[in-house]
Structures are given as C-alpha cells and as structure tokens.
C-alpha cells in the first residue's frame, strides 16, 4: 500500500490515519487510550467543558491519557445550539491548544435528533473562518449547503451518515455520493457508524475519511472495535482505489469452462 | 479589605481582595494545566492572566478538554 494512496491533507498538513476519533463515552481513561492507540487515529476530538471547581486539579485527565505531543486534539462544540455559543466555545478551544486553529464546528438543532442546525451552522462557519479557524464542519448530507460551507473555506466538510450515536450505518449513500462528486475539500463522514462495515461502505464510496465515537466506545470491547475500524477504513480505501466491479443481475464465472473433466 | 464577588463557572465565588486571573487561577491550582480562561465571554490570553484584573460581577470561565466526540 503506498503511503500517498493512504495518508490525506487537512488545512495543509498530512495525516497517516483516515480515521477520526472521538473521546467520549469511554469507561476511564485508561480504556480511552487504548482504544485510540488501537484505531491507528491521528487526530482525535475532545469537548470543551467548565472545569469543576474543587475537584482535584491533579487527578488524572483527557490530555494526559491522549498528548498532544502524539496526536493532534480537535476541540469540538458538542452542545452547542447557536452560533455564539459554538464561537465561543472555539475560541477557549484554540487558547487551550495553543493557538491551534483546526477545530470541529457542530452546531445542533435540537436534543432529540442532534441533527445540524445548518442556518446557524453557516453563520458560525463564516465567523470563524474570517477568524482564522481552520474549520472542520459537521453538517446534514445536502450537497447544496456542503458546497455553501466548502465555499464559505471550510478545510472538511463532515456530513452525517445517520443520527450521531444511532449506528444505523449510512443511511443515504447517494446523497454522499454527491457531495463527495462535487467537493473540493476532504469528505468526511461524521456520524452514524455502527460497525466496520458501515465505515468500509463510506471509504468505498470515496469518502476522505471516517470521524466516530460511539461505535468504537459503545462496542463490547471498544479496543478490538478500534482496531476493527482502522481496518476496515484501510480495506474500504483499497476499494476504492482498486475499484469495484460493476452490478449486474447476471452470473459470470470465475473458471474457465475449457478443459472440463465433465 | 473588600469582598468581590464573582460568577466563576456559573456559580458565586468569592474573592478576599482585587485579583488578576493569574491568581484566581493560581487560588485553583490550576496554572500549569491545560485550561483555557475567559472574562465576560471575551478569551484572555495566558500572557495576559497577570495584567488582566477582575471586578466585582465579572463573569469568568474556566474550561478544559474532556473526552467528547
């Protein structure tokens, strides 16, 4: 496998892994190193939240069990439901990394759903850009609106594939397809994946790559499920590249029918 | 001495005296972790914790990066 087939640009600069990590939902820290070690991920994403005060300050955390010295940590705005809110929260994101600006904006409509709400989506995507943010975006699978946040200078666009934490797989493989056709910036899919075959299916598409959480931290042992999404993220590239054989509803075989004992 | 009262994380804290965020943050031990602070939702720049005093009302946040996807 060459190197250039597997690693890919974001906001110019290259990565191995074409799969994306979130950090929640995990038993403890220990186990959320481990299954990130496991999935091969370079960049993994990270909530920004009050610290608790009184807690202990020396107790153990996030950045200390995934360094920053190892992967790159993409702050994101989980919870966010407006704009202001999701700038807001990026901009104590990028303060914390040091003046990072690759950061994931997601914008929620409502609690049930976690759907984008794409009209405060696109405001926050412009602030932040002119901000100087390098802005990987969780959106619906529009293409329209994928281009409106391509053009605003989104670095990613990140489509879902289904509900976020749902693992209903990808629901509407057309509707990536032409996003996918039409982008100019890396695709990813953001949400929705709920097992190894469901991130192949986005890789052989030609999805850039494949951002998850809950299918790799829910799994009954979330270290092998990271491994099996970093090898099924690998196989459906392949695919990709090698590309598949066409559909057709008609049998074909696989041995030559001259020289036949029969 | 004059008692402050600021809103730190969403909740009433106390202050003894005048202090800047490097002291309030020093008063958490939290100065050499990965925290990022803000003063009335306006970011201030670890440099500038020293020079930036709080006044009464203020409202600070104090975040870090926790697992999230």
Known sequence: ?262 | MTSLEIVLNGNPHQMQAQQSVAALVAELNLTDKAIAVAVNRQVIARQRWEETQLQTHDVVDVVRAIGGG
């Open chain 1, 1 to 262: 496998m060459s190197q250039a087939h597997s690693s890919f640009t974001i906001a110019g600069k290259t990565y191995n892994s074409r799969l994306l990590v979130g950090s929640g939902k995990y038993k403890d820290l220990e186990q959320t190193r481990l299954a990130t070690e496991a999935s091969g991920a370079d960049i993994i994403t990270v909530a920004i939240r009050r610290v608790n005060i009184g807690q202990d300050p020396n107790a153990p955390s996030l950045l200390d069990a995934v360094p920053m010295s190892r992967y790159t940590i993409l702050p994101n705005t989980a919870g966010c439901y407006n704009a202001k809110d999701a700038i807001y929260t990026l901009q104590l994101g990028r303060e914390l990394l040091g003046g990072q600006n690759l950061c994931k904006l997601e914008v929620l409509g409502d609690e049930k759903s976690l759907f984008p709400n794409m009209p405060e989506t696109l405001i926050a995507a412009k602030t932040l850009v002119a901000d100087g943010f390098d802005v990987m975006v969780y959106c619906s699978d529009d293409p329209i609106q994928a281009k409106m946040l391509e053009d605003i200078g989104c670095v990613a666009v990140m489509p879902l594939a289904s509900l976020i934490g749902s693992g209903m797989g990808i629901l509407n493989p057309w509707n990536l397809s032409l996003i996918i056709e039409r982008a100019t910036v890396p695709v990813l899919v953001d949400a929705g994946v709920g097992t190894a075959s469901d991130a192949a299916i986005a890789m052989e598409l030609g999805c850039d790559g494949v951002l998850m959480n809950t299918a790799i931290a829910g799994a009954q042992d979330p270290i092998r499920m990271a491994r099996a999404m970093k090898l099924a993220v690998e196989a459906g590239r392949e695919a990709y590249l090698a590309g598949r054989i066409p559909k057709k509803f008609a049998a074909s075989p696989s041995s030559p029918m001259a020289g036949r004992v029969a």
